[in-house]
Each structure stands twice: as C-alpha cells, then as structure tokens.
C-alpha cells in the first residue's frame, strides 16, 4: 500500500491515502509518495536532508 505526503510552502506536511489531484493541491505544495513501512525516523532524515531523494519517499511529477 502507498501513501501521499503533500509537503507545503510553510513546511507543514499532510498524509493522504489516496493521491490528490492538482486542483485540490495549494500553489507551491510538492506531493510525494511512499510505501507503507516508511517510518517516522525515515520522513525525519528526509526533512533534515531538504526534502531531497530518499529511496522510501519520492516526488511526484504533476
């Protein structure tokens, strides 16, 4: 199973079971998707490394 991350412009992240379409998205939000077993201790190195690849959370391109 995957999940949706929509990280937006403030730093404040949601997580959505179903991906979101862009005109349910705000301007400047990023949506990334990643598996079920991601953990906390993987979404708090990938905020710490700019949001940049982890292999567990990758970005979709809209």
Known sequence: ???YLMLFKNGSLKIYKNKQ???R???GARQFVCSSNVTVQ???VWA???YK???TV???EN
């Open 1 to 3: 199973m995957e999940y």
């Open 21 to 23: 379409s862009r005109g």
């Open 25 to 27: 998205m705000e301007e």
């Open 42 to 44: 993987d979404l708090h």
């Open 48 to 50: 710490s490394n700019g």
């Open 53 to 55: 690849k982890l292999n």
């Open 58 to 60: 990758r970005e979709i």
